[in-house]
Structures are given as structure tokens and as C-alpha cells.
């Protein structure tokens, strides 16, 4: 099956075509993309060309949910929607934070299997001085996601920490102090956490919270200005 894998639920900015029959992977993974919703369709076109595959080869695509920022998020699962009603494929969404944990815990990359067995933290940056966290063991998750400031962040036998090291010394001190690294979500590790085999489940955007735009308040008018009805 060859699937196309986005996330644009982190500041990284991940795509990737996965052959899962030859293991085949193409990806690219851009950090700190602050554009994403320019980058994002010219850089699906350049892994696909790579990778020696029209977008009408495709027979599914992978797309992170988040939790994310709002506006970063939506980039990439509109994207990921629009292709896949305009191609008539099934569209697979899964938690970003399950990508990360089984790039660093279970991958092939990862760890050795003693550490990939031990309870991990998974935790991205939330902005508002806050951060989307979940906990992982073999890298299954075992609780989250959720949306908390690091440092009211309580949770117990956790042996590793996966964070962006600018968020790292937010966190209270039994976690600062633990082993860490960063981490990102990956092609293959997105299409690894998801049911290909499965009906798609609801595409539905891990948000946690409400988005930093509001609609404006509704200004009063003054007595003088008659209010009119069309």
C-alpha cells in the first residue's frame, strides 16, 4: 500500500510516502516551519516526485490530528481532506503524539527495547506557556492527551522525557531531571500507528482547547444612530 503521510501538528512540517509493502520511505521533515500552509502542498509534490509516484498512485493518507495549535493543524488535515475526497481515498487520522512516541521508543531509530519498555512523556509545545502532553509504555499510550503548564504537571513512574529542550526546565524537577530528548513526528511513524486495515474513524482535530482567535465583541452604537433592519 502506498500511503501518504502529514503532520503540521508540531512546528515541524512532515510528509512522507510510505510503500508499506516494499518498506520504501520517502519523507521531509522541515523545522521550525513557519509557513506552513505555503510549504506544505510544494513539499508533498517534491517527496511524491522522489519518491518516483504520482499523487493518483496513492492508495491511502496518514495525517496527523494533533493536539496542535489551532491555525498549524488545520493546515495540514485540510490538506490531507482535500486530497483524499479529490483522489477517493480512505483518510486515516491519528494522535501526533502517538507518532512521536513510536519514532523514539519503537522505531527504528529508537532506543534499545529495555528503554522502549520503560513509561515515557511525550510533550509538545502548546504555546500560552503551556504544553500537549501524553504518557507512553512500549509506545502504547497510557494517558492523554491533555493540555497543562509543565510545571503543574503531575505524573508518576516516568522513567524518559521527549520534549523540545526550550520546554524542558518548565517541568517539575522529578521530570526535569529524568533522561530526555526531542523528538517529531515521522512518515513512517505516522503510518505506523494507523489502522490501515480499518474503516477510517472521524477526522476530527485534537484542538484541547479553544483557538486564540475570538469573534469581536459587538460594539454599542450610539442612542443617535437610528438601528436599522434589512
Not at 516494499?22 to 511524491?48: C, F, K
Not at 506557556?129 to 497543562?148: C, F, H, L, M, N
Not at 477510517?200 to 485534537?206: H, K, R
Request: hydrophobic letters at 45%; one cysteine or more; aromatic letters at 2%.
Amino acid at each position: 500500500m502506498r500511503v501518504l503521510a502529514i503532520d503540521t501538528a508540531t512546528t515541524a512540517l512532515v510528509t512522507g510516502a510510505v510503500d508499506t509493502e516494499s518498506g520504501q520511505i520517502t519523507q521531509r521533515i522541515l523545522a521550525d516551519a513557519r509557513a506552513h500552509n505555503e510549504r506544505l502542498m510544494p513539499t508533498i509534490l517534491e517527496v511524491m516526485s522522489e519518491a518516483g509516484l504520482e499523487l493518483d498512485d496513492l492508495d491511502a493518507i496518514v495525517a496527523g490530528m494533533g493536539p496542535g495549535p489551532f491555525t498549524g493543524l488545520r493546515v495540514g488535515m485540510a490538506t490531507a481532506q482535500a486530497l483524499a475526497d479529490a483522489l477517493s481515498i480512505p483518510l486515516h487520522g491519528v494522535c501526533t503524539h502517538d507518532a512521536i512516541a513510536h519514532a523514539a521508543l519503537v522505531g527504528a531509530d529508537a532506543a534499545d527495547e529495555r528503554e522502549a519498555a520503560d513509561a515515557a512523556l511525550v510533550a509538545t509545545d502548546a504555546r500560552r506557556k503551556e504544553i500537549y502532553w501524553a504518557t507512553y509504555r512500549a509506545g502504547q499510550r497510557i494517558a492523554g492527551p491533555d493540555v497543562s503548564k509543565p510545571g503543574e504537571l503531575a505524573v508518576q513512574d516516568i522513567a524518559q522525557v521527549i520534549i523540545p529542550e526550550k520546554l524542558a526546565d518548565q517541568l517539575p524537577e522529578e521530570l526535569a531531571t529524568l533522561p530526555r530528548s526531542e523528538g517529531a513526528p515521522t512518515a513512517e511513524g505516522l503510518v505506523a500507528v494507523a489502522r490501515l486495515d480499518a474503516e477510517p474513524a472521524p477526522f476530527v482535530p485534537m484542538y484541547l482547547r479553544r483557538p486564540d482567535a475570538v469573534p469581536p465583541k459587538k460594539q454599542q452604537l450610539s442612542a443617535a444612530i437610528p438601528e436599522v433592519r434589512l
